[in-house]
Nanobody, 121 residues
């Protein structure tokens, strides 16, 4: 059983930065991806960034250049660095594990409870 626990969310002003963490012991798996998703009120859940078992990353076009995903295998932790935050980045951010890379949210087997990010103008 994999348990994921996100942290690091909060309320910030536009232009500021945050780093989200996802404690994920046992979640890193060969041939699978880990990812960050977000869901804003009234909108569908969207994949923001993912990282595969080789450490290859992909970031959504909507946040490219501002967000980055990384992992620390020794600490069993997944990170999402959020920079240049905008009000439209306001959402619940979720960590997901053991998913098909590029396969969409439905392919991820494990999810955290989410951490909220609020960005004011």
């Amino acid at each position: 059983q994999v348990q994921l626990a996100e942290s690091g969310g909060g309320s910030v002003e536009a232009g500021e930065s945050l780093t989200l963490s996802c404690a994920s012991p046992g979640a890193f798996r060969y041939l699978y991806c880990m990812a960050w998703f977000r869901q804003a009120p009234g909108k569908a859940r969207e994949e923001i960034a993912r990282i595969d078992w080789l450490g290859i990353t992909k970031v959504a076009d909507s946040v490219k250049g501002r967000f980055a995903i990384s992992q620390d295998n020794a600490k069993n932790t997944l990170y999402l660095q959020l920079g240049g935050l905008k009000p439209e980045d306001t959402a619940m951010y979720y960590c997901a594990a053991v998913g098909t890379c590029g396969g969409g949210s439905e392919t991820y087997e494990y999810w955290g409870q989410g951490t909220r990010v609020d960005v004011s103008a």
